[in-house]
Every structure is written in structure tokens, then in C-alpha cells.
């Protein structure tokens, strides 16, 4: 069956401009994450979404960042003003409901700010 | 706070050694613990998930041992092939919260 997908791969922008990211989960999982990989940081939790509320919103790191998810299903990250230490690659998981499921990963959007 | 340690950083091996990853965490109130691969440029592939009741779980060539008292976790990769080189990643999801903590991982290197 299909996986998470992502959109874009890529996406180049200047320093200042808003820019959206989108998720696409597993059909039927509740659960959705966002996480952060940007070098020298490793792996950062960013926010999670059970259904379309998102009761861990912790690993945002700025009033910059803020993620909504519509029909339970499709979310958008979105980034505003962005500087350069937001580049990084942007992977969203999902996954059932409940903390015994595994997340499965998408391919990830690789933000670079000039 | 978790905080998920991975050792060795890298590694480079010949073809056909089995090869022990290693994870540690610092706080053993987990839900489970889950391994992935990452390939250059790609996602993260899960390879295995380990409950906290549970002590090993295997696929094909992997294992994957938890010890949740101590804190610790292994990957053993039996008969490296120059197909399993690249980063290996653990990540912890527990203490309340539904987030996963990643270590920093292994990247993995079989030559032919």
C-alpha cells in the first residue's frame, strides 16, 4: 500500500519568505509527527497530531513554526519569516493510534534557506 | 529528559562479519524501542520495534535486544553484505509521551 508521502522534495528559498510543507499519512493512521534532522542536531521531534489536534506541539522551535492537520488526515507545516538555520530535512511519520505502533517515516522535504 | 546514546558513531567492515550496533538510553520508562536505516539523501526505513515487555525481536539477518533495566540495546547484523551500509538509527518512545528520541546513529560501512 502507499506510505507516507511528502511535498516538496526540495524546496530552495530566501531568507524572510514563508514556506509550506505538506504531509500525507498512511491511510487510517491517527497519529502524525513531524520531526526535524539537521546536521550536527540529529533527530528532532517538532509536533504530533492525534487526529486533528495536537496535544504535543513541545519541539517547535519558535513562534515561527506552527502545523495544522484537516480531515484527520493531510498536514501542513508551515514556516514564516524563514532564516538559515531552518534549513534541515523535514520528515513527517505516521502511524495507528496507541504508543505500541511503529511510525513509518516519509521521504522527507529538504528545506535550504539562502 | 531521554537521552539516547549511540556507539560506535561509525564503523567499516569487510563483507560477511557480524556486526553488534549499540544504543543506550538514559531513562528506561519506554514504550518500545524502534532501529531504522537511513540511506543517503533518503527517509528512515524501520527495520525492527522492540515492546518494553519484550526482550529480542529478529528479522532475516537482524536482532535486535532490549534490556530495559539497564537501559541498553543491541542490533546484530549476522553476514554483512556491502547492502546494509548506511546510517543506523535508534529511537526511544515512552515516559508518557508519544514522541520518538533518536540517538545521533551508527553510520555503516561493508566493503566488498
Known amino acids: 500500500g502507499a506510505g507516507v508521502s511528502q511535498s516538496p522534495s526540495n524546496k530552495v528559498t530566501e531568507k524572510g519568505k514563508d514556506v509550506e510543507l505538506r504531509c500525507d499519512p498512511i491511510s487510517g493512521h491517527t497519529a502524525l509527527y513531524w520531526y526535524r534532522q539537521s546536521l550536527g542536531q540529529g533527530l528532532e521531534f517538532l509536533i504530533y497530531f492525534q487526529g486533528n489536534s495536537a496535544p504535543d506541539k513541545s519541539g517547535l522551535p519558535s513562534d515561527r513554526f506552527s502545523a495544522e492537520r484537516t480531515g484527520g488526515s493531510v498536514s501542513t507545516l508551515t514556516i514564516q519569516r524563514t532564516q538559515q538555520e531552518d534549513s534541515a530535512v523535514y520528515l513527517c511519520?505516521?502511524?495507528?493510534?496507541?504508543?505500541?505502533?511503529?511510525?513509518?517515516f516519509g521521504p522527507g522535504t529538504r528545506l535550504t534557506v539562502t | 529528559k531521554q537521552e539516547v546514546t549511540q556507539i560506535p558513531a561509525a564503523l567499516s567492515v569487510p563483507e560477511g562479519e557480524n556486526l553488534v550496533l549499540n544504543c543506550s538510553f538514559t531513562d528506561s520508562a519506554i514504550y518500545n524501542l524502534q532501529w531504522f536505516r537511513q540511506d543517503p539523501g533518503k527517509g528512515l526505513t524501520s527495520l525492527l520495534l522492540?515492546?518494553?515487555?519484550?526482550r529480542e525481536q529478529t528479522s532475516g539477518r537482524l536482532n535486535a535486544s532490549l534490556d530495559k533495566s539497564s537501559g541498553r540495546s543491541t542490533l546484530y547484523i549476522a553476514a554483512s553484505q556491502p547492502g546494509d551500509s548506511a546510517t543506523y538509527l535508534c529511537a526511544v518512545r515512552g515516559g508518557g509521551s508519544e514522541k520518538l528520541v533518536f540517538g545521533k546513529g551508527t553510520k555503516l560501512t561493508v566493503n566488498p
Open positions: 511519520a505516521s502511524s495507528p493510534s496507541g504508543a505500541v505502533y511503529e511510525q513509518y
Open positions: 522492540i515492546q518494553s515487555s519484550q
